[in-house]
């Protein structure tokens, strides 16, 4: 048997993540922990912040017209620096 459940983190504004940021020096790198699962950071995995973009979202329904979406402007992260395999095939 699965159980579901509503999951609502509070998702930051733009205020709140600059007052986190207040004080830090303009080099400080940022780093991301992404949960494991919602709100669970135990064993969270950790990515370095790339970039910030203003990404349209889709609000119309399916079948609708296209028009324009909302705006959400998202923080992109990717592999901290590091060494990492991969495959030569």
């Known amino acids: 048997m699965t159980d579901t459940f509503e999951y ?5 504004t733009a205020a709140r993540l600059r007052e986190a940021l207040q004080g830090l020096p303009d080099d400080t790198p940022i780093h991301v922990g ?11 995995t950790e990515y370095a912040l790339v970039n910030l973009e203003p ?12 028009g324009h979406g909302d705006v959400e402007y998202t923080l992109f992260a990717d592999f901290k620096a590091g060494q990492y395999h991969y495959d030569l095939d």
Do not use: L, Q, T
């Open 34 to 44: 992404v949960a494991d699962g919602p709100g669970d950071f135990d064993g969270y």
């Open 8 to 12: 609502n983190p509070r998702v930051w």
């Open 55 to 66: 990404v349209e979202k889709d609000s119309a329904p399916v079948g609708a017209d296209a």
